[in-house]
């Protein structure tokens, strides 16, 4: 008889996933360092609740035809933002000149007087 301890399956091992430390999408036997520099971005549109935390990138590529930014958040959930909405990118000259005083520049707000004109327009016809 036997009394549960040993068996058929006494030395089988029961496979258990590991799971990595961190969260990852590389691959496990690409070599990888440590000493790598991690880019660290913040958050820097005017109306995001995130905006001024720094988080590190994780990525950086075009999404829904935008240039986006991705990154763990605090509950390690990989999130996107626009790039646009953060310190990612060296500042362009209008907002350097700006130094915050103007949310929106001068190309954005001409964009955005004929996207109004055409709406009105539509909405007399």
């Known amino acids: 008889m036997c009394d549960g301890a040993a068996g058929p399956t006494a030395n089988v091992r029961r496979y258990e ?7 990852s999408f590389k ?7 440590d000493t ?18 720094r988080f590190v990138l994780s990525t950086r590529k075009q999404n829904w035809g935008e240039d986006r930014v991705m990154f ?15 310190d990612v990118n060296e500042a362009d000259l209008f907002s350097q000149v700006a130094a915050g ?9 001409s964009a955005l007087a004929s996207l109004i004109d055409r709406i009105k327009s539509r909405q007399e016809e």
């Open 17 to 23: 996933p590991q799971l990595p430390l961190s969260p």
């Open 72 to 86: 763990y958040d605090a509950q390690g959930r990989l999130r996107s933002l626009p790039a646009s909405w953060t």
């Open 27 to 33: 691959s496990r036997t690409a070599v990888r360092t």
């Open 36 to 53: 790598q520099a991690r880019i660290k971005f913040e958050v820097t549109h005017p109306f995001h609740p995130w905006r001024g935390q």
């Open 101 to 109: 005083r103007s949310f929106s520049r001068p190309d954005d707000l």
